[in-house]
């Protein structure tokens, strides 16, 4: 077992937070403080249903494929299914997490951290046998002085350890060096925090009865004391849904007066849909994705369907691909095997689009009846893997030769 895979658990829940120094941008950004007064960190900024929903597409999408690892033939491939590598990269990577729970996670750690990390456990073999997460601010990625190769430097449990760069998997988002991926999150904390604050200014609207606030005048001087036990009443009384619309009862002459703008003149439900835009629009996610329908069709919908995959999915999913056959295939496999996604079934569009392209598939010779079956995740069928064409709809290879008929019709 790996050297942090029997702390797995405490490092998943524990809730203390390491900055990274090796990331002097993320200090040039002024460690998560807004303009608005929010802190916006990776954890914190989950909390705004954009960003969740934003990191959730993403997370989900690259869990959710099927990755396998194949074997390049001399014409087309096969999976390679007896490779150990094989199932830790389809069905578990560790004894604690399914594939899709360990993909999940390192993709959202790649959206908000903008860095995956993974530590690499070895049998005595050399093998790699296991993956464990490792979280992103508790790993700090430099060069040895000395030997000036890549190593990683893991924060936990108030302890530090030195792995040597072939013990830990690395997948970075963008970045400028293209060795350390930066954090959305804090390149964009100020958008985050506004959409946050947008958020809060609602809620405490509702709180406060979804009226502005407002004065109470008094016709004589009060005295501080007599100011105070009025604030404090009036909102006990009237503060907060439960108080709504209760009746006030003012003395002595008092008068209430309502100020503060209300929050249509203030375009309140219009910055909320503008910060839900930018997140998108950060992440490249279609808005229709994270729940902002305005703007989709029932004519357009499936075609962003399909752009999200092809312009949003693929380029994570070329990461992964290619960081996992640098990282964890042996010098002497790169050659023969490599990992992939498959995403055929998110490209395929709605059961009339797909059968009007099986049929020209089929019609044409290049899709066997059994090739369109496996697609739609169907068995074989005998004499499945013929190869027709147009005409009479003959096996290829069965059609008369030239001047074959005319020899025929002259007998």
Known sequence: MGIFSNLFQNRVTTGEVISNPSDPYANFLGGGSTYTGKIVTEETALTYSAVWASVRILSEGVASLPLHLYKRLEKGKERANSHILYSLLFASPNPEMTAFNFRETLQGHLATWGNAYAEIEYDMAGRV???????????????????????????????????????????????????????????????????MAVEEYGARFFGNGARPGGVIEHPNQASETVQKNLSDSWAKMHQGLSNAHRIAILEEGMTYKQIGIPPEDAQFLETRKF????????????????????????????????????????????????????????????????????????????????????????????LSANDIREMENMNPIPDGDKYVMNGNMIPIGAEPKGGENNAKNQQ
Request: net charge positive; no cysteine.
């Open 129 to 195: 046998k296991g993956l464990w997460p490792l979280r992103p601010d508790k790993v700090i990625k430099e060069r040895n002085k000395e030997t000036k190769q890549i190593q990683y430097r893991i924060l936990i449990e108030n302890e530090q350890m030195i792995l040597p760069s072939e013990r830990v998997l690395h997948i970075p988002g963008f970045g400028y060096d293209g060795l350390i991926g930066y954090s959305p999150i804090r390149l964009f904390r100020e958008t985050i925090g506004t959409g």
């Open 275 to 366: 910060n839900v835009t930018e997140i998108a629009r950060i992440y490249n996610v279609p808005p229709h994705k994270i729940g902002d329908l305005e703007k989709a069709t029932f004519s357009n919908i499936e075609q962003q369907s399909i752009e999200f995959v092809v312009h949003t999915l693929r380029p994570w999913l070329l990461r992964w691909e290619q960081n996992l056959n640098l990282q964890l295939l042996r010098d002497s496999e790169k050659k023969n095997l490599y990992s992939e996604f498959l995403i055929d079934g998110l490209l395929r569009g709605d059961s009339k689009s797909r059968n009007e392209s099986y049929a020209i598939g089929r019609q044409n010779g290049w």
